[in-house]
């Protein structure tokens, strides 16, 4: 069982998360028009958000703001794995197309709803992305956005932005987008086995065994490095369970970028902004005092991880109906001794867990929760351990 997730994961070349850049010539300026999506012009974004400790532009001889942070693009990559291209190309679609891809939006084709919008499984022909007949051709996740609300919009645009300049292997792939009239949508890869938390937190949780958990955290980290690894890191602010896409064979694919930010280059600077996310994943810091870094989603991730291990939900209910607190109940237990962390384990999983794996597994979940950002383990450190520490 050792033999099979850490080991195998990590020290097989093409798995290695290694420091790269991406492999992207300087787009001119007439390839960037050419390029350049029909979204709202930059002024039309609004944001709450500034850098504390502003820094002077040295090309334009201005200090970087909040709004500047949110439309920059992706250029290097200073970590994680190598991408192909440094964007990918999306297609603008039409309404009508989509509507006959989900069959008028059939409910039988509703396979996931949230707060901005519904998700629905549509079909698209093999060889012109045109509607297909249900059940034929290939498959996509379409996201409709259903609340016309300032916030719905400002993260629809987010999404699109954002997607179209990522590649990467742990990245939900963006096919697509339509905005027509009134009309907002997004096309996504369709993702075979849904969200983690629908395999973690149901009956369907027999099928993750400790193999695959380490693969799911291992992925998700290899994601997560990429964004935050980035000349201009990105700052997903909603890492959770259900922002986790498996695909048939429990690859992952980090999804939902509504909410994502770009953050300072400085490592010793934050983005000051309104608390925005879900409850229970927040790092203490961004929650108390909206101080956001790339080691808020450290923290998220690191409650993934807890949730993994122990195959409960972070907001799952205590007898009685009261809320618990996973971090608090389970994080003294992670260090503890062996007794005590098999305790916690998952019980699907506890006759078949290799002690020291699970230890290990253990110790990067704490420091990933820990509450000073500076003590939590970067991503690239959760992917590709140093000398000094041991990553998954």
Known sequence: MGNCCFKKLLEEPNQRV????????????????????????????????????????????????????????????????????????????????????????????????????????????????????????????????????????????????????????????????????????????????????????????????????ISIAVGTARGLAYLHANETPIIHRDIKASNVLLDSKFNVKISDFGLAKYGPDNEHDHLSTSVNGTKGYFAPEYFKKGHLTVKADVYSFGVVLLEILTGSSVDQRCPKGVMGNLVERVKPLLCSNNVELHRIIDNKLRKNVPMEEAQRFARITYRCLSEEPERRPSMVEVCVPSSSSKGL
């Open 18 to 213: 290694t420091e790269v850049h991406l492999s992207t010539a300087r787009i001119n300026q007439h390839e960037r028009d050419r390029r350049r999506l029909p979204v709202r012009p930059r002024n039309s974004l609004s944001s709450n958000t500034q850098i504390v400790k502003r820094r002077e532009d040295k090309r334009h001889g201005k200090p970087i703001n909040a709004r500047d942070s949110t439309l920059k693009k992706v250029n290097k990559n200073k970590g994680g794995e190598p991408s192909s291209n440094a964007s990918c190309k999306v297609r603008c679609f039409y309404y009508d197309v989509l509507r006959d891809a989900t069959n008028n939006f059939s409910t039988r084709n509703l396979i996931g709803e949230g707060g901005f919008g519904d998700v629905y499984k549509g079909y698209f022909t093999h060889c012109t992305t045109n509607a297909a007949k249900q059940n034929e051709g290939f498959a996509v996740a379409i996201k409709r956005l259903v609340q016309q609300r300032p916030q719905g919009c400002e993260a629809w645009e987010t999404e699109v932005k954002m997607l179209s300049e990522l590649n990467h292997a742990n990245i939900v792939k963006l096919i697509g987008y339509c905005r027509e009239c009134n009309h907002r949508m997004l096309v996504y890869e369709y993702m075979d086995k849904g969200s983690l938390d629908n395999s973690l937190f149901t009956a369907n949780r027999k099928e993750l065994n400790w193999c695959r958990r």
